[in-house]
């Protein structure tokens, strides 16, 4: 008998909400966390370290692909677990573009697609030039290693970035830093799409993402008051990348939109992404679904919308001690129309816990319900 | 740190279904399922017979609330884990009535609730009396552990249960049988509601039932060409036998329509039923959620529905060697808005091996895709 088995190297929130639709199809799920009660314990097969090239190949053993909830998995262990016969999705081909931001613009230059004004440095001095030339502010990022604003520094002097310039650390780098113009952007925009190793393609409708101290808190989909060209645009780009880079899975292609209404490329994920969550109530396939299909290289589901909008929100934790499954009752009663998703994480300040969902026709009643409801959730007693 | 646990006596497709809810609230499931590899194995803490007090009494150990997957558990067994301080979700003695269709008769009688005629009858002569009066046919049942048309049957003369009539069967059954007579029904509905112990009560929208064979073949949310006064009645009776026998959790209730429009009480399920797997896509809450929800006296979700219409049909086996994965690829090209639910059931002629689900605004369309669909997963190769 025919078994699919998904390996997913990271035990994040990530694998955990791919569990209900491997449960749905009965794929079978194994996950290689990182460590015991990880948030997709149910399916965590493996406990183990992701940069140990013999874990990651015993893991290997067995399944129809290796994919993953995370881009840090080194490449070269990704290549001896090609080299053993199991496909790996994305290709470490694919992925080292979501991996080196550096390795992205160039690839992105390379293929039209629009950026921000960037450069490679590797010295002060570079930097300097960089910051002089572009309005006496820019954006500077380590190339590997950074999520959630982490490795992202707005910076007006290079002394800022002196810790990044140490020598050795540059070189742990790849020896260059990458160096991003300060873009005047008036909203921040999501395009989520999945493409399989056949080449079906399908994208969601592009969604407005809000961030707080660089961390997604709000998405609505679809991004409110937007044309029709920013919307195929969009869609257009998402199709040229995955493409052009050999995306396969899941893909978000995170947008700064600028006040002429032009749409520049943030940053690249090549796995479900937070911006992304509101598909599982909100469209007839889920990202998680749709990544399971297109990584088996199956057809790809609908991605229609359930609702005319979506709005999701992230919950934050606010205390170290306090669990928010707390607030239930009081959530609950006043809002029987919200969907709660827990990640089962210990609290900690400013860790994502969890996210919730509405659905409806109004948006600004949707967007009402899901702040007033997740107030409540973050309620300490 | 609170953490909702809730344990489930069997590991069917219904226990299976619970996971992804329960994954999304991070409420703790745990299983007691009768042998490994069940349907709910991801979430199975132990193997064991639910006959065996002690197998239930250490399953119970560390729970929040005991509730089922199936109806045949002892009594006697539910009332000692009561005793050993567990919530026990429906209670034994709600849970009598789905447990013994005699015990329902009689309750259903007292509360006015709409019962076919019927009578207990212990003899063969009891019984051809009763085929006399009702047109030479009648509805024999055992009282106890029949399900899916198991355990019934249509009889024209007393020789056809002889089997049922012996003496040391009969005792087992409790010394009678129940008779009713075989209604002249237009269609089957079953009207699905959830009720938790704070006396929360929501009803799903009534739906119409497809038998073939006395197994559930198709369901249709909301039940199509139905008056306001007979979804209404449906409800209103919901209501009066949840309070009445003092049901919590998910309630189904089995109607006949009769020609003059009439509603008549056939069975009845404490527990998720087949004819709710439809509000999984189709309802804000799923009948799933609702259930952990109640038993965990939690409040209920929203009922509402999705989309205007929702189909589910079943999924059984037709051969006892095919897994219905293999045409996977082939019905997911074709139909990318149908869901696909497999229970990971090993094959076997009639089985139910999974379901599949299309929301849509046309029943005729919805209809006709998931019947095209489930054509194709059932072709045998």
Known sequence: LTKHVVGVVGGGQLARMMTPPAIAMDIELRVLAETENSPSELAATMVGDFREESKVLEFSVGISVLTFDHEHVPLSILRSVETSGVSVQPTPQALSHAQNKLVMRRALQELGAPNPSWRAVSSAEEL?????????????????????????????????????????????????LLVEEKVDFTRELAQLSARNQKGDFSAWPLVETRQVAGVCSEVIAPAPKTSEETLRKAQELAKLLAEGLGVTGVFAVELFETQGGQLLVNE??????????????????????????????????????????A???????????????????????????????????????????????????????????????????????
């Open 311 to 381: 709005v999701m929100l992230n919950i934050l934790g606010v205390s170290d001690s306090y669990d928010f499954v707390e607030n239930y009752p009081a959530v609950m009663i006043q809002f029987p129309d919200v969907k709660i998703h827990n990640y089962g994480k210990s609290p900690r300040v400013g860790r994502k816990l969890g996210h919730l969902t509405v659905l409806g026709d109004d948006l600004e009643v949707a967007l009402g319900q899901a702040r007033s409801a997740r107030e409540i959730l973050l309620r300490v007693k």
């Open 128 to 176: 300097e030039d960089f910051i002089q030339s572009h309005g006496g502010v820019c954006i500077v990022k380590t190339p590997i290693g950074g999520y959630d604003g982490k490795g992202v520094r707005v910076v007006r002097n290079s002394s800022e970035v002196l810790d990044w310039l140490d020598k050795d650390l540059l070189e742990s780098l790849g020896g260059e």
């Open 268 to 309: 690249l994920a090549m796995r479900p992404h937070n911006s992304g969550h509101f598909t599982i109530e909100g469209s007839v396939t889920s990202q998680f679904e749709q990544h399971l299909r297109a990584t088996l290289n199956l057809p790809l589901g609908s991605v229609q919308s359930r609702a005319k909008y």
